[in-house]
Protein backbone atom coordinates (compact mmCIF):
# COMPACT_ATOMS: atom_id res chain seq x y z
CA UNK A 1 0.00 0.00 0.00
CA UNK A 2 0.91 3.73 -0.81
CA UNK A 3 -0.01 7.04 1.26
CA UNK A 4 -0.30 10.31 -0.20
CA UNK A 5 -0.43 13.20 2.08
CA UNK A 6 -0.99 16.46 0.33
CA UNK A 7 -0.25 19.59 1.93
CA UNK A 8 0.05 23.50 0.97
CA UNK A 9 -3.30 24.35 -0.35
CA UNK A 10 -5.33 27.22 1.06
CA UNK A 11 -6.96 30.81 0.07
CA UNK A 12 -5.30 33.09 -1.95
CA UNK A 13 -5.89 36.30 -3.96
CA UNK A 14 -4.92 36.74 -7.39
CA UNK A 15 -1.57 36.78 -8.71
CA UNK A 16 -0.59 34.98 -5.79
CA UNK A 17 1.89 31.79 -5.76
CA UNK A 18 1.48 28.59 -3.84
CA UNK A 19 3.39 25.63 -3.45
CA UNK A 20 1.19 22.47 -2.85
CA UNK A 21 3.68 18.75 -1.44
CA UNK A 22 2.47 15.51 -2.06
CA UNK A 23 4.58 13.02 0.27
CA UNK A 24 3.99 9.34 -0.43
CA UNK A 25 5.17 6.81 2.03
CA UNK A 26 4.89 2.94 1.84
CA UNK A 27 5.36 0.84 -1.21
CA UNK A 28 6.48 3.25 -3.62
CA UNK A 29 8.28 1.28 -5.65
CA UNK A 30 11.92 2.15 -7.06
CA UNK A 31 10.27 3.51 -10.39
CA UNK A 32 7.12 5.62 -10.08
CA UNK A 33 5.06 8.28 -11.52
CA UNK A 34 3.77 10.71 -9.59
CA UNK A 35 1.27 13.52 -10.56
CA UNK A 36 -1.05 16.16 -10.25
CA UNK A 37 -4.88 16.21 -11.18
CA UNK A 38 -7.44 19.12 -10.20
CA UNK A 39 -10.94 18.96 -9.78
CA UNK A 40 -13.48 22.26 -9.99
CA UNK A 41 -16.76 22.10 -9.13
CA UNK A 42 -19.03 20.67 -12.00
CA UNK A 43 -15.89 19.79 -13.71
CA UNK A 44 -14.30 16.55 -14.87
CA UNK A 45 -10.74 15.86 -12.90
CA UNK A 46 -8.19 16.52 -15.16
CA UNK A 47 -4.53 16.61 -15.05
CA UNK A 48 -2.06 19.54 -14.74
CA UNK A 49 1.54 17.72 -14.11
CA UNK A 50 3.26 14.70 -13.59
CA UNK A 51 7.30 13.48 -13.04
CA UNK A 52 8.70 10.48 -12.97
CA UNK A 53 11.80 9.21 -10.84
CA UNK A 54 14.19 9.73 -13.10
CA UNK A 55 12.88 13.41 -13.20
CA UNK A 56 10.81 13.14 -16.90
CA UNK A 57 7.93 15.86 -16.68
CA UNK A 58 4.52 15.33 -18.45
CA UNK A 59 2.24 18.78 -18.51
CA UNK A 60 -1.14 19.28 -19.31
CA UNK A 61 -2.32 20.82 -22.71
CA UNK A 62 -4.56 23.51 -21.47
CA UNK A 63 -3.46 26.48 -22.59
CA UNK A 64 -4.63 28.05 -18.93
CA UNK A 65 -2.15 26.40 -17.12
CA UNK A 66 0.87 26.72 -19.20
CA UNK A 67 3.75 28.25 -18.14
CA UNK A 68 3.02 28.69 -14.73
CA UNK A 69 2.30 25.40 -13.12
CA UNK A 70 6.07 23.65 -12.60
CA UNK A 71 6.32 20.11 -11.22
CA UNK A 72 9.48 18.82 -8.96
CA UNK A 73 10.32 16.24 -6.18
CA UNK A 74 12.32 15.13 -4.52
CA UNK A 75 13.12 11.02 -4.62
CA UNK A 76 14.86 11.17 -1.05
CA UNK A 77 12.26 12.32 0.72
CA UNK A 78 9.17 10.96 -1.52
CA UNK A 79 8.23 13.93 -2.06
CA UNK A 80 6.30 15.54 -5.18
CA UNK A 81 5.55 19.67 -5.63
CA UNK A 82 3.68 21.65 -7.64
CA UNK A 83 4.99 25.22 -7.71
CA UNK A 84 1.60 27.68 -9.16
CA UNK A 85 2.27 31.06 -10.08
CA UNK A 86 -0.27 33.93 -10.85
CA UNK A 87 -2.82 31.80 -9.68
CA UNK A 88 -5.98 32.72 -11.16
CA UNK A 89 -9.70 32.44 -9.63
CA UNK A 90 -10.31 29.50 -12.64
CA UNK A 91 -7.29 27.74 -10.45
CA UNK A 92 -9.82 27.02 -7.76
CA UNK A 93 -10.16 23.42 -7.40
CA UNK A 94 -9.44 20.63 -5.39
CA UNK A 95 -5.95 19.20 -6.23
CA UNK A 96 -5.12 15.63 -5.86
CA UNK A 97 -2.18 14.11 -5.62
CA UNK A 98 -1.27 10.30 -7.25
CA UNK A 99 1.35 7.74 -7.51
CA UNK A 100 1.44 5.06 -10.30
CA UNK A 101 3.72 2.24 -9.61
CA UNK A 102 4.40 0.89 -12.77
CA UNK A 103 4.41 -3.11 -13.96
CA UNK A 104 7.08 -4.91 -13.72
CA UNK A 105 7.77 -8.68 -14.11
CA UNK A 106 7.54 -8.29 -10.23
CA UNK A 107 4.98 -6.04 -9.89
CA UNK A 108 1.70 -6.17 -11.16
CA UNK A 109 1.83 -2.13 -10.74
CA UNK A 110 -0.67 -0.05 -9.20
CA UNK A 111 -2.16 3.40 -8.34
CA UNK A 112 -3.22 4.99 -5.73
CA UNK A 113 -4.81 9.20 -4.53
CA UNK A 114 -4.22 11.27 -1.82
CA UNK A 115 -7.40 12.85 -0.37
CA UNK A 116 -7.32 15.95 -2.22
CA UNK A 117 -6.51 19.39 -0.74
CA UNK A 118 -8.70 22.54 -1.53
CA UNK A 119 -7.09 25.56 -3.17
CA UNK A 120 -9.23 28.42 -3.63
CA UNK A 121 -8.21 31.63 -5.47
CA UNK A 122 -10.46 34.58 -4.94
CA UNK A 123 -10.01 38.29 -4.10
Known amino acids: QVQLVESGGGLVQPGDSLRLSCAASGNTGSMNIMGWHRQAPGKQRELVAS?????????TDSDSMKGRFTISRDNAKNTAYLQMNGLEPEDTAVYYCNLVRPFSPDDPGAEYWGQGIQVTVSS
Open 51 to 59: IATGGSTRY
